[in-house]
Protein backbone atom coordinates (compact mmCIF):
# COMPACT_ATOMS: atom_id res chain seq x y z
CA UNK A 1 0.00 0.00 0.00
CA UNK A 2 1.27 2.77 -0.54
CA UNK A 3 1.59 6.44 1.78
CA UNK A 4 1.86 9.82 0.96
CA UNK A 5 3.77 9.84 -2.82
CA UNK A 6 4.46 12.51 -5.44
CA UNK A 7 3.60 10.99 -8.98
CA UNK A 8 6.62 13.28 -11.50
CA UNK A 9 5.18 13.55 -14.94
CA UNK A 10 8.19 14.55 -17.22
CA UNK A 11 5.89 14.41 -19.89
CA UNK A 12 3.83 16.84 -18.92
CA UNK A 13 6.99 18.82 -18.21
CA UNK A 14 8.10 18.74 -21.46
CA UNK A 15 4.47 19.37 -22.77
CA UNK A 16 4.54 23.10 -20.32
CA UNK A 17 7.79 23.89 -21.50
CA UNK A 18 6.33 23.36 -25.30
CA UNK A 19 3.47 26.10 -24.47
CA UNK A 20 5.75 28.22 -23.02
CA UNK A 21 7.62 28.40 -26.23
CA UNK A 22 4.05 28.88 -28.09
CA UNK A 23 3.41 31.61 -26.14
CA UNK A 24 7.17 33.11 -26.55
CA UNK A 25 8.56 31.72 -29.67
CA UNK A 26 11.15 34.48 -29.86
CA UNK A 27 12.39 34.17 -26.35
CA UNK A 28 14.83 31.92 -24.54
CA UNK A 29 13.62 30.61 -21.44
CA UNK A 30 15.42 30.84 -17.81
CA UNK A 31 13.33 27.78 -16.17
CA UNK A 32 12.88 28.40 -12.70
CA UNK A 33 14.09 25.81 -10.26
CA UNK A 34 14.06 27.52 -6.53
CA UNK A 35 12.84 26.00 -3.82
CA UNK A 36 13.60 22.61 -4.83
CA UNK A 37 11.99 22.62 -8.48
CA UNK A 38 8.63 24.36 -6.75
CA UNK A 39 8.69 20.85 -4.55
CA UNK A 40 9.83 18.23 -7.71
CA UNK A 41 12.87 17.81 -6.71
CA UNK A 42 15.53 20.47 -7.93
CA UNK A 43 18.54 17.77 -10.04
CA UNK A 44 15.35 16.04 -11.23
CA UNK A 45 13.29 18.82 -13.07
CA UNK A 46 17.00 20.24 -14.39
CA UNK A 47 18.14 16.73 -15.86
CA UNK A 48 14.56 16.44 -17.44
CA UNK A 49 14.85 20.06 -19.40
CA UNK A 50 18.05 19.84 -21.11
CA UNK A 51 15.83 21.80 -23.40
CA UNK A 52 15.54 24.99 -21.19
CA UNK A 53 18.09 27.64 -22.12
CA UNK A 54 19.07 28.62 -18.69
CA UNK A 55 18.09 27.53 -14.75
CA UNK A 56 16.77 30.25 -12.01
CA UNK A 57 17.54 29.37 -8.67
CA UNK A 58 17.25 31.61 -5.35
CA UNK A 59 19.81 30.37 -3.24
CA UNK A 60 24.08 29.84 -4.38
CA UNK A 61 23.72 25.77 -2.16
CA UNK A 62 20.87 25.07 -4.86
CA UNK A 63 22.90 26.45 -7.87
CA UNK A 64 26.13 24.35 -6.37
CA UNK A 65 23.83 21.51 -6.28
CA UNK A 66 23.00 21.73 -9.71
CA UNK A 67 26.83 22.13 -10.76
CA UNK A 68 27.46 19.28 -8.81
CA UNK A 69 24.40 17.34 -10.30
CA UNK A 70 26.21 18.49 -13.93
CA UNK A 71 24.52 20.51 -15.17
CA UNK A 72 25.89 22.68 -18.06
CA UNK A 73 23.42 25.35 -18.95
CA UNK A 74 23.44 28.85 -17.15
CA UNK A 75 22.59 29.48 -13.67
CA UNK A 76 21.25 32.21 -12.12
CA UNK A 77 20.92 33.33 -8.61
CA UNK A 78 17.87 35.14 -9.05
CA UNK A 79 18.19 37.44 -5.68
CA UNK A 80 21.71 37.69 -6.10
CA UNK A 81 24.60 36.85 -3.46
CA UNK A 82 24.24 37.88 0.12
CA UNK A 83 27.73 38.49 1.02
CA UNK A 84 31.36 38.87 -0.32
CA UNK A 85 32.66 35.56 0.61
CA UNK A 86 30.15 33.94 -2.37
CA UNK A 87 31.72 35.79 -4.92
CA UNK A 88 34.47 33.45 -5.55
CA UNK A 89 32.13 30.67 -5.90
CA UNK A 90 30.32 32.04 -8.19
CA UNK A 91 33.22 32.40 -10.24
CA UNK A 92 34.25 28.99 -9.04
CA UNK A 93 30.93 27.31 -10.31
CA UNK A 94 30.81 29.53 -13.58
CA UNK A 95 27.09 31.13 -12.04
CA UNK A 96 25.41 34.34 -13.30
CA UNK A 97 24.08 36.51 -10.54
CA UNK A 98 21.31 39.17 -10.39
CA UNK A 99 22.38 42.73 -8.80
CA UNK A 100 19.74 44.77 -7.24
CA UNK A 101 22.22 47.09 -4.13
CA UNK A 102 24.78 49.34 -4.24
CA UNK A 103 26.14 46.94 -1.08
CA UNK A 104 26.37 44.16 -4.00
CA UNK A 105 27.75 46.31 -6.64
CA UNK A 106 30.62 47.69 -3.89
CA UNK A 107 31.22 43.92 -2.93
CA UNK A 108 31.67 43.13 -6.64
CA UNK A 109 33.84 46.00 -7.24
CA UNK A 110 36.63 45.06 -4.51
CA UNK A 111 36.70 41.23 -4.92
CA UNK A 112 39.39 39.38 -6.35
CA UNK A 113 38.67 36.96 -8.61
CA UNK A 114 39.99 34.53 -11.71
CA UNK A 115 37.30 35.95 -14.16
CA UNK A 116 34.40 38.53 -14.31
CA UNK A 117 30.85 37.44 -13.25
CA UNK A 118 27.97 37.63 -15.70
CA UNK A 119 25.38 40.10 -14.29
CA UNK A 120 21.92 40.98 -14.63
CA UNK A 121 21.08 44.53 -13.44
CA UNK A 122 17.64 44.13 -11.55
CA UNK A 123 15.65 47.51 -11.72
CA UNK A 124 12.61 48.39 -9.46
CA UNK A 125 9.98 49.06 -12.04
CA UNK A 126 7.06 49.37 -9.09
CA UNK A 127 7.36 45.64 -7.12
CA UNK A 128 9.38 48.13 -4.84
CA UNK A 129 10.69 45.13 -3.58
CA UNK A 130 14.24 44.33 -4.99
CA UNK A 131 16.35 46.31 -7.67
CA UNK A 132 18.09 49.74 -8.54
CA UNK A 133 15.18 52.78 -8.98
CA UNK A 134 14.78 54.26 -12.15
CA UNK A 135 16.35 57.31 -10.76
CA UNK A 136 19.54 55.26 -10.01
CA UNK A 137 19.39 53.20 -12.91
CA UNK A 138 21.67 55.06 -15.41
CA UNK A 139 24.85 55.98 -12.46
CA UNK A 140 24.47 52.21 -11.09
CA UNK A 141 24.50 51.10 -14.67
CA UNK A 142 27.61 52.38 -15.48
CA UNK A 143 29.18 51.71 -12.85
CA UNK A 144 28.85 48.31 -13.02
CA UNK A 145 29.52 48.31 -16.66
CA UNK A 146 33.04 49.41 -15.58
CA UNK A 147 33.77 47.10 -12.87
CA UNK A 148 36.76 44.83 -13.89
CA UNK A 149 34.64 41.63 -12.58
CA UNK A 150 31.65 42.12 -14.54
CA UNK A 151 31.36 40.58 -17.84
CA UNK A 152 30.72 43.26 -20.56
CA UNK A 153 27.07 41.74 -21.85
CA UNK A 154 25.06 42.57 -19.05
CA UNK A 155 21.26 41.56 -19.10
CA UNK A 156 18.58 44.38 -17.93
CA UNK A 157 15.84 42.55 -16.10
CA UNK A 158 12.46 43.56 -13.53
CA UNK A 159 9.93 41.52 -11.74
CA UNK A 160 6.25 42.17 -12.43
CA UNK A 161 3.43 41.93 -9.24
CA UNK A 162 0.43 41.90 -10.47
CA UNK A 163 0.44 40.07 -13.95
CA UNK A 164 -2.04 37.16 -13.14
CA UNK A 165 -4.50 39.97 -12.85
CA UNK A 166 -5.72 40.77 -16.42
CA UNK A 167 -7.19 44.06 -15.30
CA UNK A 168 -4.91 45.42 -12.80
CA UNK A 169 -3.49 48.49 -14.84
CA UNK A 170 0.19 47.88 -12.59
CA UNK A 171 1.88 45.42 -15.42
CA UNK A 172 1.16 48.22 -18.29
CA UNK A 173 2.68 50.83 -15.67
CA UNK A 174 5.74 48.18 -15.46
CA UNK A 175 6.19 47.81 -18.34
CA UNK A 176 6.03 51.53 -19.20
CA UNK A 177 8.80 52.06 -16.83
CA UNK A 178 11.02 49.11 -18.14
CA UNK A 179 10.92 50.44 -22.06
CA UNK A 180 11.71 53.46 -20.89
CA UNK A 181 14.95 52.59 -18.75
CA UNK A 182 16.12 49.73 -21.77
CA UNK A 183 17.04 49.18 -25.44
CA UNK A 184 17.59 46.89 -28.12
CA UNK A 185 21.58 47.27 -27.01
CA UNK A 186 21.06 44.83 -23.98
CA UNK A 187 19.43 41.25 -24.00
CA UNK A 188 16.07 41.98 -21.13
CA UNK A 189 14.01 40.20 -19.60
CA UNK A 190 10.55 40.72 -17.55
CA UNK A 191 7.85 38.20 -17.40
CA UNK A 192 7.24 35.01 -15.06
CA UNK A 193 4.55 33.00 -15.97
CA UNK A 194 2.30 35.48 -15.91
CA UNK A 195 3.64 37.65 -17.90
CA UNK A 196 4.44 35.05 -20.26
CA UNK A 197 0.40 33.48 -20.67
CA UNK A 198 -1.01 37.40 -20.40
CA UNK A 199 0.97 40.21 -21.42
CA UNK A 200 3.17 39.28 -24.86
CA UNK A 201 4.53 42.56 -24.55
CA UNK A 202 6.34 41.46 -21.66
CA UNK A 203 8.24 38.68 -23.03
CA UNK A 204 11.55 40.26 -24.20
CA UNK A 205 14.94 37.88 -25.23
CA UNK A 206 14.61 35.63 -21.73
CA UNK A 207 11.33 34.48 -20.29
CA UNK A 208 11.81 33.35 -17.12
CA UNK A 209 8.88 30.43 -16.14
CA UNK A 210 8.26 28.73 -12.75
CA UNK A 211 4.31 28.14 -11.96
CA UNK A 212 3.26 27.02 -15.56
CA UNK A 213 6.41 24.91 -15.95
CA UNK A 214 4.93 22.53 -13.46
CA UNK A 215 1.20 22.45 -14.89
CA UNK A 216 -0.03 25.17 -12.81
CA UNK A 217 -2.26 27.74 -14.13
CA UNK A 218 -0.82 31.67 -12.96
CA UNK A 219 -3.73 33.57 -13.70
CA UNK A 220 -6.32 34.60 -10.79
CA UNK A 221 -8.99 33.89 -13.47
CA UNK A 222 -8.33 30.18 -15.17
CA UNK A 223 -10.02 31.06 -18.26
CA UNK A 224 -7.08 33.84 -18.67
CA UNK A 225 -5.12 30.60 -19.33
CA UNK A 226 -5.37 29.80 -23.11
CA UNK A 227 -3.96 26.93 -23.40
CA UNK A 228 -4.09 24.12 -21.31
CA UNK A 229 -0.92 22.81 -19.40
CA UNK A 230 -0.39 19.29 -17.62
CA UNK A 231 0.02 19.04 -13.88
CA UNK A 232 3.58 17.58 -13.42
CA UNK A 233 2.75 16.23 -9.83
CA UNK A 234 0.05 14.00 -8.31
CA UNK A 235 -0.21 13.90 -5.35
CA UNK A 236 -1.37 10.54 -3.81
CA UNK A 237 -2.16 8.16 -0.47
CA UNK A 238 -4.04 5.53 0.52
CA UNK A 239 -7.58 4.74 3.01
CA UNK A 240 -6.30 3.03 5.83
CA UNK A 241 -9.34 2.71 8.10
CA UNK A 242 -12.95 2.96 7.10
CA UNK A 243 -15.33 3.15 9.92
CA UNK A 244 -19.01 3.05 10.25
CA UNK A 245 -20.36 6.51 12.24
CA UNK A 246 -23.81 7.44 13.82
CA UNK A 247 -25.22 10.85 13.08
CA UNK A 248 -24.03 12.85 15.83
CA UNK A 249 -20.81 11.08 15.72
CA UNK A 250 -17.93 13.48 15.73
CA UNK A 251 -14.63 12.78 14.09
CA UNK A 252 -10.63 14.57 14.94
CA UNK A 253 -9.33 16.90 17.23
CA UNK A 254 -11.09 19.23 18.91
CA UNK A 255 -14.47 17.65 17.57
CA UNK A 256 -14.36 19.74 14.98
CA UNK A 257 -17.05 18.36 12.83
CA UNK A 258 -19.90 16.54 13.65
CA UNK A 259 -21.81 14.30 11.36
CA UNK A 260 -25.24 15.50 10.11
CA UNK A 261 -26.11 11.31 9.48
CA UNK A 262 -25.29 8.09 9.69
CA UNK A 263 -22.20 7.41 7.43
CA UNK A 264 -18.78 5.91 6.58
CA UNK A 265 -15.76 7.62 7.28
CA UNK A 266 -12.54 7.24 5.57
CA UNK A 267 -8.84 8.18 6.96
CA UNK A 268 -6.07 8.58 4.61
CA UNK A 269 -2.41 8.27 5.45
CA UNK A 270 -1.22 12.00 4.52
CA UNK A 271 -1.41 14.96 6.68
CA UNK A 272 0.35 18.40 7.20
CA UNK A 273 3.72 16.48 7.87
CA UNK A 274 3.39 15.27 4.35
CA UNK A 275 2.93 19.13 3.36
CA UNK A 276 -0.92 18.68 2.84
CA UNK A 277 -2.04 21.80 4.21
CA UNK A 278 -3.56 22.07 7.62
CA UNK A 279 -5.96 24.84 6.78
CA UNK A 280 -8.04 22.93 4.16
CA UNK A 281 -11.37 23.37 5.18
CA UNK A 282 -14.27 21.18 5.45
CA UNK A 283 -15.44 20.35 2.18
CA UNK A 284 -12.13 20.07 0.58
CA UNK A 285 -12.15 18.03 -2.49
CA UNK A 286 -10.32 14.30 -2.42
CA UNK A 287 -10.39 12.26 -5.40
CA UNK A 288 -11.06 8.74 -4.91
CA UNK A 289 -12.31 5.79 -6.98
CA UNK A 290 -13.88 7.86 -9.38
CA UNK A 291 -15.84 10.60 -7.54
CA UNK A 292 -14.98 13.25 -5.32
CA UNK A 293 -15.84 13.39 -1.28
CA UNK A 294 -14.87 16.25 0.82
CA UNK A 295 -12.27 16.46 3.65
CA UNK A 296 -14.22 16.39 7.39
CA UNK A 297 -12.79 17.53 10.61
CA UNK A 298 -9.09 18.67 11.15
CA UNK A 299 -6.25 17.71 8.99
CA UNK A 300 -3.70 15.67 11.57
CA UNK A 301 -0.22 15.22 11.17
CA UNK A 302 -0.46 11.92 9.17
CA UNK A 303 -3.60 11.56 8.19
CA UNK A 304 -6.71 13.14 6.72
CA UNK A 305 -10.67 12.00 7.64
CA UNK A 306 -13.25 12.34 4.75
CA UNK A 307 -16.94 11.30 4.28
CA UNK A 308 -17.08 8.50 1.93
CA UNK A 309 -20.90 8.85 2.22
CA UNK A 310 -22.39 5.39 1.50
CA UNK A 311 -23.96 3.92 -1.94
CA UNK A 312 -28.33 3.18 -2.31
CA UNK A 313 -28.07 -0.05 -0.37
CA UNK A 314 -26.07 1.50 2.70
CA UNK A 315 -23.03 0.21 2.01
CA UNK A 316 -19.89 1.42 0.34
CA UNK A 317 -17.68 -0.46 -2.32
CA UNK A 318 -14.49 1.76 -1.17
CA UNK A 319 -11.95 -0.47 0.42
CA UNK A 320 -8.76 -0.04 2.81
CA UNK A 321 -5.82 0.29 0.57
CA UNK A 322 -7.80 1.83 -2.04
CA UNK A 323 -6.19 5.16 -3.51
CA UNK A 324 -6.73 9.02 -3.20
CA UNK A 325 -5.30 11.87 -5.01
CA UNK A 326 -4.89 14.87 -3.11
CA UNK A 327 -4.11 17.07 -5.81
CA UNK A 328 -3.03 16.59 -9.90
CA UNK A 329 -4.32 15.04 -13.16
CA UNK A 330 -7.73 13.96 -11.57
CA UNK A 331 -7.88 17.59 -9.06
CA UNK A 332 -6.15 20.83 -10.04
CA UNK A 333 -4.23 22.19 -7.33
CA UNK A 334 -6.06 25.33 -7.68
CA UNK A 335 -9.17 24.26 -6.10
CA UNK A 336 -7.15 22.70 -2.92
CA UNK A 337 -5.34 26.18 -2.33
CA UNK A 338 -8.32 27.78 -2.65
CA UNK A 339 -10.07 25.68 0.28
CA UNK A 340 -6.84 26.05 2.19
CA UNK A 341 -6.73 29.96 1.50
CA UNK A 342 -3.49 29.64 0.19
CA UNK A 343 -2.21 29.42 -3.50
CA UNK A 344 -0.63 26.47 -5.36
CA UNK A 345 3.08 27.79 -5.52
CA UNK A 346 2.84 27.31 -1.18
CA UNK A 347 1.31 23.70 -1.53
CA UNK A 348 3.70 22.16 -3.70
CA UNK A 349 6.76 23.82 -2.04
CA UNK A 350 5.72 22.43 1.21
CA UNK A 351 5.84 18.79 0.11
CA UNK A 352 8.49 17.44 2.55
CA UNK A 353 10.74 14.96 2.62
CA UNK A 354 8.64 12.25 4.08
CA UNK A 355 6.84 11.89 0.58
CA UNK A 356 7.79 9.20 -1.59
CA UNK A 357 8.71 9.93 -4.91
CA UNK A 358 8.56 8.19 -8.40
CA UNK A 359 8.42 8.76 -12.04
CA UNK A 360 5.46 8.34 -13.75
CA UNK A 361 6.16 5.82 -17.10
C1 LIG B 1 10.17 33.02 -8.82
C2 LIG B 1 10.58 33.92 -9.90
C3 LIG B 1 10.07 33.75 -11.20
C4 LIG B 1 9.03 32.70 -11.54
O1 LIG B 1 7.76 33.09 -11.12
P1 LIG B 1 6.45 32.26 -11.50
O2 LIG B 1 5.33 33.10 -11.05
O3 LIG B 1 6.54 30.97 -10.72
O4 LIG B 1 6.52 32.02 -12.96
C5 LIG B 1 10.53 34.58 -12.19
N1 LIG B 1 11.45 35.55 -11.92
C6 LIG B 1 11.95 35.75 -10.69
C7 LIG B 1 12.95 36.84 -10.46
C8 LIG B 1 11.53 34.96 -9.64
O5 LIG B 1 12.01 35.17 -8.42
Redesign the pocket.
Known amino acids: MRTATAIIDFQALAHNYKIIKSYAPNSKVLA?L?ANAYGHGLERIAKALPQADAF?V?RLDEAIALRKAGIFQPIVL?EGFFSPDELTLLSEYNLETIIHSKEQLAAIDKAHLDSPIKVWLKIDTGMHRLGISPADFTSFYHALEQSKNVQSDIILMS?LGCADDLNDSTTAIQLNVFKQLTSSKHECSLA???GICGWPETHFDWV?????LYGVS?MLQPSDQKKALQPVMTLKSSLISIRRINEGDSVGYGSFWTSAKDTYIGVIAIGYGDGYPRHAENGTPIYINGRIVPIIGRVSMDMITVDLGEGAAGKINDKVGDEATLWGVELPIEQIAMRATTIP?ELLCNISRRVHITIKK
Request: aromatic share 6%; charged share 10%; proline share 12%.
Open positions: VKGALHNSARPGLMPY
